[in-house]
DNA sequence: TACCGGTACTTAGTTCTACTATGTAGTGGT
DNA sequence: ACCACTACATAGTAGAACTAAGTACCGGTA
């Protein structure tokens, strides 16, 4: 992964990850996929599943475990009310850093 | 400041000011003023120097030392070669990143 | 039977960046 | 003499993504 990507991606991707399942239900290897076909080919699953811990203990989702066909039970995470809480901070935390970095494109800077 | 931000800041902010430096050369206090002005008002001061001596150290900027008329000498720094391409890889980071998360809130993710 | 690829989760240790907190210095005004 | 503002520096801390390695379950194949 470029260094730059790495860098940028603390703080942005457990607001990706929350937007992620927003309305629907996932589990770490589903979520790990997803993010690869939209493009974040490189996002080590290791990230992914330290995420998912993280984000649980802060209480943004709820858990629950399900048998898989293919392999060991997934754990399916889901966004609950904090969740939503933390997911709309960050949309604003988001919109106003983004605004003023397109101002500073938009100046020719 | 938030969590959120100072976490989004990272990989993000040594961008901000490099786009500061395009075209205009600046000093570190003038910098975090800047900064201020623009809506990054906690912003710590020591944030923008240690930054300042990385990108000096990456070899993104060229220093030249100033008498002031209000204090202790300044470090203007100049954005160079290396600088400008640092910030074009930047800008191409930010896009990707940038579109992919309008693209989330777009889904209503 | 033994092996391998795909599914699925875990975690110890490293690196990088922003923060806190504090310190140093020069200038001008009261 | 003191204070406010200007101007820079840095040691130690916290947080998040990475590397690298491991565990475990299943199906197909040699």
Do not use: C, H
Request: glycine share 10%.
């Amino acid at each position: 992964m470029g260094k730059q990507m790495t860098e940028m991606l603390k703080g942005t991707l457990e607001g990706i990850v929350l937007a992620l399942l927003t309305g629907k239900a996932a589990y770490g290897y589903e979520i790990t996929t997803q993010l690869r076909e939209q493009g974040f080919t490189e996002i080590a699953e290791g990230t992914v599943y330290a995420l998912l811990v993280r984000i649980e203990q802060k209480g943004l989702v709820d858990v629950e475990k399900r048998p898989s066909e293919k392999g060991p039970p997934r754990k399916v995470y889901t966004l609950n009310a904090q969740g939503e809480n933390e997911l709309n901070e960050f949309w604003n935390t988001w919109s106003f850093l983004s605004e003023r970095i397109e101002e500073l494109r938009k100046e020719g800077k």
